[in-house]
């Protein structure tokens, strides 16, 4: 794949608004001419987030649909997203999703919160193609379950200031008389790919925060990163130990749950008989790193042969 390739983000009929702005070198071309209307069941599903927080997302997805192909893009070499600009966010999706597209993904699943909050929309319209799931964090539920009338979403600030989830705040929260808090930790993404030791400053902070969240009468805790739910278990543990009244909620088995959905919907569901094949995960990231190979086998669990995009 050429470099050119990889950054060229197109759409043949909304060619204005699917151009990169800020991509070097980026050029416009035309999108291949897919259609979904072959048998696509052998397909891969496309998973992308700017790291390897999304791999959250793909266990979630393995566990429900055991017998799908999946094609994992981490674009590490500009990773974070959260901290970046919206039109910026816009650019990166687009050129992830094209390669995703490009490589005859049947569904893109945008794992990634940032992303998702910024670049979904304008996904969806330049690629009407393919189905494409984002996330949003499961403020819904939290909502409904909520019997204090106060939750709390930690996220990255570009989740907490992007549209998706300001939006189900004002159209799920607000009329349920729910107050919505926001909390970012720029420590807890490091945290994960670091190990999650539980003896050090964030392990001890995160504790802290459980313990404020419970003093302020919030009941529901939305995990809106995908690293996040890497460490849900530790928060289960601190809350079962601290006794405090706090329900931990993350997306994954909410969207696998809509991917399965809509690839029965499509007719694109792969065959059960696949089930348990040697190599369901190939996994591509944009920078070169001695280290990732091991901080995805801690959170994985297993070896992942990783192969690098230029």
């Excluded at 705040?169 to 790919?193: D, M």
């Excluded at 964030?202 to 460490?231: E, M, N, S, W």
């Excluded at 089930?275 to 591509?284: A, V």
Aim: negative net charge.
């Amino acid at each position: 794949m050429s470099k050119n390739n990889h950054q060229s983000v197109v759409d043949s009929e909304q060619s204005d608004v699917c151009t990169i702005d800020n991509a070097p070198n980026a050029t416009l071309n035309h999108a291949p001419d897919r259609t979904l209307s072959h048998d696509l069941s052998e397909a891969p599903i496309g998973v992308f987030d700017s790291g390897i927080g999304g791999l959250s997302v793909y266990l979630h997805l393995a566990q429900q649909l055991p017998a799908e192909r999946y094609l994992y893009y981490a674009d590490t070499k500009h990773v974070p997203y959260g901290n970046r600009d919206s039109q910026d966010i816009k650019d990166l999706t687009l050129t992830a999703v094209q390669w995703l597209y490009e490589q005859g993904c049947k569904l893109i699943v945008i794992a990634c919160n940032s992303a998702s909050a910024h670049a979904l929309t304008i996904a969806r319209e330049c690629y009407p193609q393919i189905p494409i799931v984002g996330l949003v964090p499961a403020l819904k539920p939290a909502v409904l379950g909520s019997r204090s009338g106060r939750v709390a979403v930690m996220a990255t600030k570009a989740t907490l200031e992007g549209t998706l989830l300001n939006q189900v705040i004002a159209e799920i929260a607000e009329p349920n008389h729910i107050a919505v808090s926001k909390y970012f930790n720029p420590e807890l993404v490091p945290w994960v790919e670091a190990g999650m030791p539980i003896i050090s400053p964030t392990a001890i902070r995160l504790r802290q925060k459980l313990q404020q969240l419970a003093d302020d009468d919030i009941d529901y805790l939305v995990l809106g990163c995908t690293h996040y739910p890497f460490f849900k278990e530790f928060l289960l543990q601190e809350i079962r130990e601290q006794k405090l009244p706090i329900t931990v909620v993350d997306s994954g088995q909410a969207i696998a749950a809509r991917v399965r959905s809509l690839l029965i919907e499509k007719r694109m569901l792969a065959a059960s008989d696949k089930t348990g094949m040697d190599n369901p995960l190939r996994l591509y990231t944009s920078k070169y790193d001695d280290n990732l190979g091991q901080v995805i086998e801690r959170l994985l669990g297993k070896q992942v042969n990783i192969q690098y995009v230029a």
